[in-house]
């Protein structure tokens, strides 16, 4: 009982070794995206509107040419090693924006970010997603009281380089810091997790192998890649992720300025805390979806007068990444095999990239007539509605392919029992 006890207490610490790291390293990259965007690096870049929307396009470019190679290096090389890899890169070309005379390096974050969250949903397929995730939000809180801070600094003090250019060394360093944190404390798998006897390392890979997760194949099996393409569900992740995005694009983009991270900080949390709670993930998703449906309503039908409405209604808004977060969660621990899962996480992404950069260009976002912005408001509303459709088309296949298997673990209890009775009675 002791020795159980003592296991049990091994895999907690191991979860919370590794949800602790991966926490600080969303919040950095977090960071780091949010420092594109500070102030000075439009002016000293000479960046007129349309060439902001190319820096942030570039980087999904980035992202979405390298997303499905990473997915394979991911299933080929070691997990944790190669993504602190990516992430020592990645700190390390941020350092060396602080030098860049125009906006082309953005590719290349986006090209090292491409493995960041696939690796991490492959990380943790037994944690919840949302935690992780939520860091995003802190990461943008965080980096906003670090540029104030240089801002503010160096307006008093002076500084020998501009301000923005400190801010990217700054959160650069920190990143390369992180990551090498991350190459020593993360593990490949269970097999070489520092922290675990050899015991307890075949007991987390017991664990895992339960529900048909094992601990990574290295081998390429086409038969899986057919079975994704096949999949109803691949493809309604893939939309979803496009669609979905599409708004995100848009807010993050063109509204910086009402930026409320601790309310996407919340919703992330309390989502997933109520869907493990429940067992039902989908659904409180969902509520996110519905959510920001109605605070973007309100700030398309109330006055402008009304400044305290339409800013619930924008704080409303904020919970629309719950169901994204969901999908990937669903991704990382329902699919099972190794080339399918990281196929899927793969397009789920590409459909991420593709609909932020759809975003730079849907010509509804631009802010040309404020301070109303209705063609881009109901663009979100219907992206929304849309979203919440193919959500409940999910809700629906997975509760009918749950109770699908359901009765045939019944049947084949029930022709157990049978055989049992029948030998007994002989």
Not at 373 to 397: D, H, N, R, S
Request: glycine content about 8%.
């Amino acid at each position: 009982m002791a020795d159980e006890k003592a296991r049990r207490q091994a895999f907690h610490d191991a979860d919370e070794a590794m949800q602790a790291i991966q926490d600080l390293q969303g919040e950095a990259i977090e960071l780091d995206e949010a420092t594109t965007s500070c102030d000075g690096i439009k002016e000293d870049l000479s960046l007129k509107h349309d060439q902001y929307q190319w820096l942030a396009s570039l980087f999904y470019f980035g992202y979405l040419a390298w997303e499905y190679p990473t997915s394979r290096l991911l299933q080929m090389l070691p997990l944790g090693k190669y993504s602190a890899a990516c992430i020592i890169i990645w700190g390390s070309i941020l350092c060396c924006f602080a030098g860049v005379t125009n906006f082309s390096a953005a590719f290349f974050l986006g090209v090292f970010e491409a493995s960041v969250t696939p690796g991490f949903a492959l990380l943790t397929a037994q944690q919840p997603g949302n935690i992780w995730f939520s860091f995003n939000g802190w990461g943008q809180i965080f980096g906003g009281l670090v540029a104030y801070g240089i801002a503010v600094g160096t307006r008093i003090h002076g500084s020998a380089i501009d301000p923005w250019k400190i801010v990217f060394l700054v959160t650069g360093f920190l990143t390369v810091a992180l990551g090498l944190i991350f190459l020593w404390v993360v593990p490949d798998s269970q097999l070489n997790a520092r922290w675990l006897k050899k015991e307890d390392r075949l007991l987390a890979i017991a664990r895992v192998r339960v529900n048909q997760q094992g601990i990574g194949n290295k081998h390429y099996k086409k038969y899986q890649i057919v079975e994704t393409l096949m999949d109803p569900m691949t493809w309604a992740f893939f939309f979803f992720a496009i669609i979905a995005n599409i708004p995100n694009g848009g807010i993050t983009n063109f509204f910086n300025q009402l930026i409320t991270s601790f309310v996407e900080i919340v919703a992330l949390l309390l989502s997933g805390y109520i869907g493990q709670y429940t067992g039902q993930r989908i659904l409180c998703s969902m509520g996110g979806l519905v959510a920001s449906i109605v605070g973007m309503v309100l700030i398309v039908a109330l006055p402008l007068s009304n400044n305290v409405g339409r800013l619930i209604g924008y704080y409303m808004t904020q919970a629309s990444p719950t169901p994204f977060v969901a999908l990937l969660a669903l991704i990382s621990s329902n699919v099972a095999g190794y080339t399918k899962k990281t196929t899927v996480a793969a397009l789920y992404l590409i459909g991420y990239c593709a609909g932020n950069i759809i975003a730079q260009k849907v010509p509804s976002f631009p802010p040309r007539r404020p301070p109303r912005y209705v063609p881009a408001e109901i663009t979100l509303i219907v992206c929304w509605g849309v979203c919440l459709m193919i959500m409940a088309f999910i809700w629906w296949w997975y509760d009918r392919e749950n109770k699908k298997k359901a009765l045939k673990r019944a049947a084949r209890t029930m022709s157990a029992w049978r055989t049992r009775s029948v030998g007994s009675d002989g």
